[in-house]
């Protein structure tokens, strides 16, 4: 076999592979649907306000991860989800905005998608700590401040933007609600529900 043949049956291997990586990420299509509480913009963002304290929601799909990374300098981190070790997630970019006269408080362990009567919860802080080991130093300190992954405080006058991981939804159509609990602007405990619909593309693409 030549050098050349065996060459292009790489590229052409490589093309493949990640063209199955790049359908496989957009196969499904996480949309936010109405519901009385909150107002959804360009239908994908949902805006969520509590006085002068909120929440936008929004699902995370194809490139957004890498742009988020890019708009903060760290472009070179990619898409980290698109690695084994976060193992096909789903994906949030929560926004939390606090204009109050004291903190914000928001645990992601008490935020929880249902499904009917199942439920399933964020990536754990030790799980966490086990995936950041298989990075690089200098990405790991990138994905910890980017994803949440334990209680944080928002103090008055801050905006908190990071991921919010789940494990991977079933592979089908679907309707589904996350659940916030233990989220507190200043003293008031605020409890809240997001809902969304999970599609085929080409069930989209039909419309």
């Known amino acids: 076999m030549s050098k050349s043949y065996s060459l292009k049956v790489f590229a052409i291997s490589i093309i493949l592979?990640?063209?199955?990586?790049?359908?496989?990420?957009?196969?499904?299509?996480i949309h936010p649907t109405e519901h009385e509480g909150y107002e959804?913009?360009?239908?994908?963002e949902i805006h969520f306000r509590s006085g002068n304290?909120?929440?936008?929601?929004?699902?995370?799909?194809?490139?957004?991860?890498?742009?988020?990374?890019?708009?903060?300098?760290?472009?070179?981190v990619g898409n980290p989800f698109l690695q084994e070790e976060f193992e096909n997630?789903?994906?949030?970019?929560?926004?939390?905005?606090?204009?109050?006269?004291?903190?914000?408080?928001?645990?992601?362990g008490m935020v929880t998608i249902r499904i009917g009567t199942e439920a399933s919860f964020p990536l754990e802080y030790s799980t966490f700590?086990?995936?950041?080991?298989?990075?690089?130093?200098?990405?790991q300190k990138v994905l910890?401040?980017?994803?949440?992954?334990?209680?944080?405080?928002i103090k008055k006058g801050d905006v908190m933007s990071k991921f919010l991981l789940f494990p991977p939804l079933p592979q089908k159509a679907l309707d589904f609600k996350l659940d916030f609990d233990f989220l507190y602007f200043e003293q008031k405990e605020i409890k809240t529900r997001f809902y969304f619909r999970q599609e085929r593309i080409r069930e989209k693409n039909k419309k």
Not at 40 to 44: K, P
């Open 17 to 29: 592979l990640l063209s199955y990586y790049s359908a496989w990420a957009d196969s499904f299509w």
């Open 89 to 108: 997630p789903t994906i949030f970019l929560v926004t939390i905005f606090n204009r109050t006269n004291g903190n914000a408080t928001f645990t992601p």
């Open 53 to 76: 304290a909120g929440i936008i929601m929004k699902a995370v799909r194809g490139d957004e991860a890498a742009k988020y990374f890019a708009e903060r300098g760290a472009g070179w």
């Open 144 to 153: 910890e401040k980017s994803i949440f992954h334990s209680p944080e405080i």
């Open 40 to 44: 959804i913009i360009n239908q994908e």
């Open 129 to 139: 700590l086990n995936i950041l080991e298989a990075f690089p130093k200098n990405e």
